[in-house]
């Protein structure tokens, strides 16, 4: 039993040190490898495949509910399983997607009013 705590206990400060860890410019490369840009444009942005709304940039989902998503959809995107895409990518992918910066308002456009 005690084994078992030390273990999960461990593997929680693992994983904490994993998260803190992110890069955002291993990100930047790992989107781009694995394909993500494809459906979502370089940046996050969104495209016309994804024109439902997939824009990724500075998603409001926390990291277990973006992994989630990543692993177990069974949508218009295909899965991408831990043995394809390692979690520590997935990460630094989370961590570039929140260093985009934010869309101009379009009211801010005055060609868009
Ligand atoms: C073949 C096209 C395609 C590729 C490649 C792709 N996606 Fe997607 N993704 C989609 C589409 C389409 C949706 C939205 C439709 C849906 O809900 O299934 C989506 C939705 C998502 C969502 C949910 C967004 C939300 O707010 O609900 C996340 C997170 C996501 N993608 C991450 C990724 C990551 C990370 C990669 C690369 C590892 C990736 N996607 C590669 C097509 C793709």
């Known amino acids: 039993m005690k084994i078992r705590v ?3 206990v461990a593997a929680c400060a ?4 994993a998260a803190q860890a992110a890069s955002p410019e291993n990100g930047r490369k790992a989107f781009v490898a694995h394909g993500c840009w494809q459906c979502h444009g370089f940046e996050g942005q969104g495209s016309a495949v994804t024109s439902n709304g997939a824009v990724l ?4 989902l926390p990291f ?3 992994e989630g998503f990543v692993r177990g959809t069974n949508r218009a995107m295909p899965p991408y399983r831990e043995a394809i895409l390692p979690s520590a990518d997935l990460a630094d992918i989370y961590a570039f997607l929140h260093t985009v910066p934010k869309p101009k308002d379009p009211n801010s456009i005055p060609l868009l009013k």
């Open 14 to 17: 693992f994983a904490a040190g």
């Open 64 to 66: 277990e509910a973006f």
């Open 6 to 8: 030390a273990l999960i």
């Open 57 to 60: 940039s500075n998603t409001e």
